[in-house]
């Protein structure tokens, strides 16, 4: 099958946001086009919003998010081959993303101004840090729930957790677990316009082998007043290496700057890494981990203890995060949790979000008998199984406001189900495609969380799907026109 071409598209995206002189710098995510506009006043959203091939257009996070879908990834290919390479240049991502949040630094700044331009640089670069690395981690996450589903002694063991083949494969899904710090750090370098290359470095040692036993056993690094410094261990880790990237990324601009030339090569490299490198497993890694392991405990603690509660109310509003872009805010607390504990609760609650909103689009797929809606129904609702739940909900969902609804009704019944039996999720993919993950690889024959998915799943479908039907969707039914969003304080 030919590669579908999107030069077209991509000429009416850069046109409708201003054209290329009020395009500061574009990043994508799995289904949008991140642009840093000058002007977003002058970006015609109107047109964008009914143009074919845009889901719809949201202004958030000091971001203007053209909805693409599944094809993100080659409009943005073509977007950028229309506009030139420097506008996907970190740099000047970085330098737009700094500049975002606020009115223009004329010396009226208030207080709320630093504040919202703070939130918005941070969900920026956490997005832009996390959103290469999603892809990876839900395959590593599928690969691992696989090869505990073949050690199950009720499929007679077809695999034996000790055999060559299995230790083999696990490490391949392990290594992008264990080595998150480099990847991380290369991709949160690469957002803010630091050198990638010192960033992973920087995560290489945070993995370093003699680095992780002695963070396992949290040995003594040294003693002031009686106060001991320790090792941590920081694989599995986020939050750490982004702040090593960013403080990196300072110093390397403060060494450009009072460096000669002929010392940069190798002392502006030397110096960070040695530095931050420092910095990190003495003051900021300890204090970011142990503030992140808190939080993670604290949500995970939540869960368990109030049970049906938590998982009535994550399940009821997570997908209203998705609208905005908010829920890259969670993939951090996911990971986190996974880091402390091995599995995570609360993605066991999204999950059944993803799982809802694609029966309720499945529901209006099959019931109608447009040709236009059936089609775009069909794929969303694939795309939702598959664990990406923005075709489905800007597609069909919100503007017909009944079924997107439904499909929070169907996700609370399913996060109460799941708080209910306590589900924990090992992996990152969820939705349909992701029930490997519910496999605890450390003790396969406990299924409690795979029953906790199945009978969660079902549920949302059911009640999402039968909702829809009968109150959600008709075809008399006037489809809401795409509008432009009021803009999204942050």
């Not at 257009?57 to 053209?66: E, K």
């Not at 992008?176 to 960033?199: C, M, N, Y």
Request: charged letters at 15%.
């Amino acid at each position: 099958m030919a590669k579908k071409d999107y030069t077209d598209l991509a000429k009416t995206i850069i046109e409708n946001v201003g054209g290329p002189e009020n395009i500061n710098s574009l990043i994508h995510c799995i289904t949008r086009l991140r642009f840093y506009l000058k002007d977003e006043s002058i970006a015609n959203t109107e047109v964008l919003t009914a143009t074919d091939g845009v889901i719809d257009v949201r202004q958030a996070q000091g971001q203007y998010q053209v909805v693409i879908g599944n094809a993100v990834a080659d409009v943005y290919d073509a977007v950028i081959k229309a506009l030139g390479p420097e506008f996907a240049d970190p740099e000047a991502t970085a330098a737009a993303v700094a500049a975002t949040g606020g009115p223009a630094d004329t010396g009226d700044k208030t207080i709320w101004d630093h504040i919202k331009g703070g939130t918005n640089s941070l969900i920026g670069v956490i997005t832009g840090s996390m959103s290469p690395v999603i892809g990876v981690l839900a395959a590593s996450g599928i690969i691992k729930g696989l090869l505990a589903l073949l050690t199950l002694p009720q499929l007679g063991s077809l695999l034996d957790a000790k055999s060559v083949p299995y230790m083999t494969i696990s490490a391949m899904a392990d290594a992008s677990f264990f080595f998150l710090p480099v990847i991380v750090g290369f991709s949160a370098a690469r957002k803010i316009g630091g050198d990638p290359i010192v960033a992973a470095v920087i995560g290489a040692f945070l993995t370093y082998p003699q680095i992780v036993d002695w963070g396992r056993s949290f040995k003594e690094m040294f003693a002031i007043g009686g106060f001991n410094f320790q090792f941590l261990n920081y694989t599995y880790s986020i939050f750490p290496i982004i702040l090593a990237a960013w403080i990196a990324k300072k110093l390397e601009d403060w060494l450009k700057a009072h460096l000669p030339n002929y010392l940069q090569m190798i002392f502006t490299p030397l110096i960070t890494i040695l530095i931050v490198s420092t910095i990190t497993i003495i003051v900021t890694g300890p204090i970011i981990q142990g503030l992140a392991n808190g939080i993670a405990n604290v949500i995970t603690w939540l869960v368990s203890v109030s049970g049906w509660v938590g998982g009535l109310i994550i399940g009821g509003f997570y997908q209203v995060l998705v609208i905005f872009g908010l829920h890259w805010g969670v993939v951090p607390l996911v990971a986190q949790q996974i880091s402390a504990n091995g599995a995570s609760p609360l993605n066991a609650i999204v999950s059944t979000t993803m799982v809802a909103q694609g029966a309720a689009v499945l529901a209006v797929a099959i019931k109608s008998r447009k040709a236009g809606v059936k089609e775009l129904g069909f794929a969303a609702a694939i795309s939702a199984f598959c664990g990406v739940t923005e075709p489905a909900i800007y597609g069909v969902n919100l503007r017909f406001r009944k079924v997107f609804i439904s499909g929070l009704m169907g996700s609370a019944v399913g996060g109460f189900i799941t708080g209910l039996m306590h589900g924990n999720m090992y992996g990152f993919t969820g939705a349909l495609i992701g029930f490997p993950s519910f496999f605890d690889p450390k003790n396969p024959t406990d299924l409690n969380s795979f029953y906790a998915f199945l009978i969660s799943s079902l549920a949302a479908i059911l009640v999402s799907f039968i909702l829809t039907w009968v109150w959600g969707y008709n075809d008399e039914m006037a489809m809401t026109e795409k509008k432009a969003p009021k803009k999204l304080a942050a």
